[in-house]
Each structure stands twice: as C-alpha cells, then as structure tokens.
C-alpha cells in the first residue's frame, strides 16, 4: 500500500483516482446473476365438501330470521344557541324486529327515549320513519310503526322462554355498531336473573347469554336454535361499553304479554287491586313480612273485597291489611306484588292471604285496570 501513500504521508492523486475507478466499477460494472424463472401455475384447490349440519343449521336460520330485524336510528332537535335555529341532529342507534303485518316494531324503550323522530331501516335497504306507538319504561320496551306495504314485512316467529335450559344454543341478531344484520352466537348461561329498567324497576326471569352483544345490538331479538324470538337484548354488563360475555334478554313471555297492550293502549295495561301499599323500608322498619296497605281506593276492587288501609283510630295509628300471598305466591315486598299480579289479566279473580289483627283472612278479589 506504500505507493498509495507519499513520503509525506498524504494520500496522492493517484491513489483518489484509483478509488474512484473501484467506486465506478460497484456501481455500474457489476452484473446480477441471472435469475431463473420457472413457470409458476396456481395451486390446486381442494373440495371442502358439504357443509356440516350444524353451519347448515346456522345459516338457514340466518337467511330465515334476519329479514324480521331493523336497523333503529334516532335523532333529536337541538336549537343554535346564536341565531336560534332548529336543527336535527344523530343521538343513536339500536335494533329491532318486525312483529306483526301491520309494520308494528318492537324495541328497546331507552333506544327511542328522548328521540324526537326515528328511521326504521328494513332489511331490503329500504328507510321509513317510525311514529312511536306505546312504551313500557318498566319492562323496557317499546312499539313503533312503519308505514311499509304488508309485502314487504316479515314478522319474526315467536317462542317461548319459560322451558329454556342452561346451555342450550341461542342467536342474537343485530346492528352492533351500526354494522347491519350481525349475527352472534353463544348459549343460555343463566337463567331468572334480574335487571333494572330505566325507572329503577326491576324486570325479573331475565334470560343471560354469553352471546356477543354489543352497543346497537339493543332491542334486537334472541334467537333459539328454531330461529323462535325468546328475548329481547337490553343490557350488558361492561365497564368499557362493550361485549364482556355476559348479555341479558327481556323474556318473551314478558313481551307476549306487554307488547299486545302497548299496540292497543299506548301503555302497559296492568291487573291491579286499588289499595296504595307502603315502601319497603317503611315494612322493613315495621318488621313487616309481606306489604302493608296504607289505604284503600275508594269505589274500587279492594273496597269491594273489604280490605282495610292504615287509619289512626284515637290518636294511635292502626296499620291496615298485611299481603302475604296471592294465590299461595308468597309476597315480601313491593316487586313480588307487581311480578304476582302481572301474571294475571284484568277479570281475573285471585285470593289474597292477608295478615290482620294478628289473624290470617283470605278474601277473594276481581283484578281491576292498575291506577
């Protein structure tokens, strides 16, 4: 390398045109080796062959059902704080199915509550405005109706909940999201559970699934492995919002029975028996099992029936009838009393067991219209 390098010790001219030349040479001189190409054909593809019986199943149940679920959206009218305009603005979305030929829809409650107008989005893209017909906050439930031509709706088949097992397999269809027609499936992981509505009041025989139910999945139905309605989903329990494996279904039963009411009514026609009851800390504080009758409706079923109310009587209270039962179900507070007279229908004649004066009566009473 000494001639590359003078006496000096500086790199010479030569030596920076040398380097020069080798740099040159990397970079324009040198060849790729010659790639050989063979003639490259697409695999082979492999029959899968039929379907198995149980994805058969689930995709018939699929194309029969989701032709009855809706796409839910709602909206609310807000005023421009500056020039005082009107506008309408998005505030959600949620699910739904058709119930019957007359466009009748069945949803959740809190997904139209506040909701200043609705679209109601069939399955065949089509978007028609809903009129809300009647609601049950209690039950969370709601009725809207499109103006849709009987041909173009498909009611969702109804079942039962009432004989469901543990276990078995279920199917949730909805709009999780805003994606339309999602289907989830999972199994009944529990049954009888309780939920609060929106009023605080608590519905009872809730079906749980561990079906993925998401946000917009609300007020659409549960499906059993027939493709029967057994419940509607309205909650799930997640600190983020979203699906954690556990979603719970209003029970058919509860809809069967709320929604033909709601149509006719615009409310939840329930059985009552005319008497105001006191609040369950007060019967707690009092030591009292069963619900103590506070008064007694004048002109009504239990004034017929001769029920007495709380009344003060020389200056000392004298607490009125104690409920026990109706029809040997036993009553401990204000929810068995409405879940026990909600299985009956107004004319219904029912036996009240009643605790008075330290003695046991029955009296026979005729349900009336809940005041």
Do not use: C
């Not at 397999?169 to 499936?185: E, R, S, W």
């Not at 309780?194 to 699934?209: A, L, N």
């Not at 017929?304 to 109310?309: F, I, M, N, S, V």
Request: hydrophobic share 45%; charged share 20%; glycine share 12%.
């Amino acid at each position: 390398m000494r001639f590359l390098i003078s006496q000096s010790g500086r790199i010479s001219s030569f030596t920076i045109l040398f380097l020069i030349l080798i740099g040159l040479w990397l970079v324009f001189g040198r060849t790729e080796m010659p790639v050989r190409r063979q003639n490259a054909v697409p695999r082979v593809v492999t029959a899968r062959g039929d379907l198995a019986a149980d994805e058969q199943s689930t995709i018939e149940l699929f194309e029969r059902s989701s032709p009855s679920v809706v796409f839910i959206t709602t909206s609310v009218i807000r005023r421009d704080f500056f020039n005082l305009n009107v506008y309408e603005i998005p505030r959600g979305s949620g699910s739904g199915f058709i119930w019957d030929q007359h466009g009748h829809i069945v949803t959740n409650f809190h997904v139209i509550e506040t909701a200043n107008s609705v679209e109601v989005t069939l399955g065949d893209g089509t978007v028609w405005k809903g009129s809300v017909i009647g609601v049950s906050p209690d039950k969370d439930l709601a009725v809207l109706q499109i103006a849709a031509p009987s041909s173009d709706v498909v009611p969702i088949t109804v079942g039962e909940s009432k004989n469901l097992l543990v276990g078995q397999k279920v199917f949730a269809i909805g709009n999780p999201f805003g994606l339309d027609h999602t289907l989830t499936a999972g199994i009944v992981s529990a049954l009888g559970r309780e939920i609060q509505s929106v009023t605080g009041q608590t519905i009872r025989g809730v079906i749980q699934t561990d079906a993925a139910i998401n946000p917009g999945n609300s007020g659409g139905p549960l499906l059993d492995s027939a493709g029967r309605l057994i419940g509607v989903n309205t909650a799930i329990i997640s600190p983020a919002g979203q699906s954690s494996g556990i979603g719970f279904a209003v029970p058919v039963e509860v809809v069967n029975r709320v929604v033909p009411d709601l149509i006719k009514y615009g409310k939840d026609i329930r059985p009552g028996i005319g008497v105001t009851i006191a609040s369950d800390a007060v019967n707690k504080k009092l030591n009292i099992e069963g619900v103590l009758v506070l008064s007694v409706v004048k002109g009504s079923a239990a004034e017929k029936a001769g029920l007495h109310g709380t009344r003060e009587v020389f200056g000392e209270l004298e607490l009125g009838d104690i409920i026990e039962a109706i029809n040997d179900v036993p009553i401990n507070n204000f929810d068995d009393l409405r879940d026990a007279l909600d299985q009956y229908k107004i004319g219904d004649e029912v036996t009240l067991i009643l605790s008075r004066d330290g003695g046991v009566h029955k009296l026979r009473i005729i349900l009336e219209e809940a005041g």
